[in-house]
């Protein structure tokens, strides 16, 4: 990374958490915020420490958990999203369907999914598959219905067949779309995945916060809201890094 983007895209956010947790911390400590309510980044930040062990266990469970939901929302939701794309009748067929399914709360499955497979990390897999599956379908679709009609009539012209165009024109452009979607189902797997650990896990940071808050250990919970916090912003940064990587063309006018 560059200096002037390590400039630009690091030390604001780094200075605004900075701010944002001395304000916190003020806050508390002025009003004499209980505990029980709100406890101060200090003493958060103590906890963190004090339970790393099974913070960290509990972070693996759920990281892993949420990888594998969103790698399994990744490829499926590409191969629809990109079937749907090339025909129209199937895009008017399923895409109802879809809305409808996208449109149950997932919180409302977890409790049939613990029934069918237990607790344990497949109700959350499936969980932060089934919640950022929708978004990356939606987005890819979206991207292969915005090739230009014109361009398609010229390829046309040159002999290209309609695989041709898919392949060559109508993928790439929609590339966009896609990280775009990527960046957006990343964050929701978390969502899902420790919804689910809250409503039915053996292990998993949603478990433990669970635990903590029926033992009124706020400040357990509000550590593992932070390392959730983290662990999203680390896999979007990710994300975002591959974006620009297959993308780049789409950022040159941003980067003057």
Known sequence: MRRSDLLVNVVPPLIFTVVLFVVW??????????????????????????????????SWVTLWTTLVGFLMATVGGLALGI?????????????PVL??????????????????????????????????????VVN?????????????????????????????????????????SLKVAITLAFVGAVVSETVGANKGIGKLM??????????IVFAGLLV????????????ALVEKRFTGWAFRGQNR
């Not at 806050?27 to 099974?54: D, G, N």
């Not at 669970?210 to 400040?219: I, K, M, N, P, T």
């Open 25 to 58: 911390e003020l806050f508390c400590r002025v009003f004499s915020i209980p505990l029980t309510i709100l406890p101060a980044p200090s003493v958060i930040f103590v906890a963190l420490w004090q339970y790393r062990a099974p913070i960290i266990d509990n």
């Open 83 to 95: 079937a749907v794309g090339w025909k129209k009748s199937l895009y008017t067929a399923i895409y």
């Open 99 to 136: 809305v409808g399914f996208n449109s149950v709360p997932k919180v409302a499955v977890v409790p049939i999914l613990i029934l069918w497979f237990g607790l344990g990390e497949i109700p959350a897999i499936i969980t932060a598959f089934l919640i950022s599956f929708f978004p990356i």
């Open 140 to 180: 890819v679709a979206t991207g292969l219905a915005t090739t230009s009609p014109e361009l398609e009539d010229v390829l046309r012209a040159l002999g290209a067949s309609k695989l041709d165009i898919m392949r060559k024109v109508s993928i790439p452009g929609s590339l966009p779309y896609f990280f775009g």
């Open 210 to 219: 669970l635990d903590a808050q029926a033992a009124f250990q706020v400040q």
């Open 228 to 239: 959730l916090a983290f662990l999203g912003i680390v896999l979007y940064a990710a994300t």
